[in-house]
């Protein structure tokens, strides 16, 4: 069982920064990757980044590539999503997932265990 809590979420303004957390627990040496997710009311959930452990590289939905940065610091078990220039349509209530699998990481199906999510809005 992995457990994963997301923070960092707030109000910012059009342009702005904000970088999100996602600390994982539990038994993370079994080796997982971990994806960002975003949904917002009447849409889909929507593929943010993810990183494979597995095949050590990061890759990005084209909706956030060059704005957004997935980092992770292995020591402290915790990933970063850092958001810059924002829009309101990156307003979304945002999830870190974990998944055994070391491809197929844009689809939401593969990861087994899911976040709480913390809400970004990204004022006009």
């Known amino acids: 069982q992995v457990y994963l809590v997301e923070s960092g979420g707030g109000l910012v303004p059009y342009g702005g920064s904000l970088t999100l957390s996602c600390a994982a627990s539990?038994?993370?040496?079994?080796?997982?990757?971990l994806g960002w997710f975003r949904h917002t009311p009447g849409k889909e959930r929507e593929f943010v980044a993810a990183?494979?452990?597995?095949?050590?590289?990061?890759y990005y939905a084209d909706s956030v590539k060059g704005r957004f940065t997935f980092s992770s610091n292995n020591a402290k078990n915790t990933v970063y999503l850092q958001m810059n220039s924002l829009k309101p349509e990156d307003t979304a209530v945002y999830y870190c997932?974990?998944?055994?699998?070391?491809?197929?990481?844009?689809?939401?199906?593969?990861?087994?265990?899911w976040g709480q999510g913390t809400q970004v809005t990204v004022s006009s």
């Open positions: 997932a974990a998944s055994p699998r070391a491809g197929g990481l844009e689809d939401g199906s593969t990861y087994r265990y």
């Open positions: 990183m494979s452990w597995a095949g050590n590289y990061i």
């Open positions: 539990g038994r993370t040496d079994s080796g997982y990757s």
